[in-house]
């Protein structure tokens, strides 16, 4: 008993001091699915609620419709209703389709949140405002995307 104690509390101890993976450090399954915490942290729904629906930050609403969140104008329809979420998907699957939807579902329209290679951007030449880097940041933080992971799991039926 005394061991099962001390590596529980060395496991939480752990966890509390976890490192954020960076995004170039990701690792998704076959699916698409992101089986570990970003952050080593657990999300708040409430946070995730926010960014969900706030437009200068993940602004999800603009694409999805969310039945819980009729106070917020302006529901898209160009992505799938979430309002079921939580019932349908893991807390991984959530995570890696957040983080990467590209990774789920090959040619969605969602952007990359937490990716900072790899964009297709238009050249000097088209806008002459390119950035002159190969890596620009991500569009949301390790914390935020957990937090919205946290957010949906709570969109469920009853």
């Known amino acids: 008993m005394r061991l099962l104690t001390i590596t529980a ?3 939480v101890a752990g966890m509390a001091t976890a490192e954020t993976v960076a995004p ?3 690792q998704f399954d076959e699916d698409g699915a992101v089986a570990v915490s970003l952050t080593g942290q657990p999300g708040d729904a409430a946070r995730g609620r926010d960014v969900f629906a706030t437009k200068s930050k993940g ?3 603009s694409c999805h419709a969310v039945a819980q969140l009729a106070d917020v104008p302006f529901h898209g329809e160009v992505g799938p209703e979430l309002s079921w979420t939580g019932d349908n998907r893991s807390a991984e699957e959530l995570r890696g389709i957040v983080a990467d939807a590209k990774m789920t579902f090959e040619g969605s329209m969602m952007p990359s949140f ?3 290679k790899g964009y297709i951007r238009p050249g000097d030449a088209y806008t ?3 950035p002159k880097t190969d890596e620009l940041p991500p569009l949301l933080s390790a914390q935020d995307i957990e ?3 946290a957010f949906l ?3 469920q039926e009853s």
């Open 24 to 26: 170039a450090d990701v």
């Open 153 to 155: 799991l709570t969109l």
């Open 9 to 11: 509390a060395m496991l």
């Open 128 to 130: 002459g405002k390119a």
């Open 114 to 116: 937490y990716k900072t």
């Open 147 to 149: 937090d919205v992971v």
């Open 59 to 61: 602004n999800c609403v």
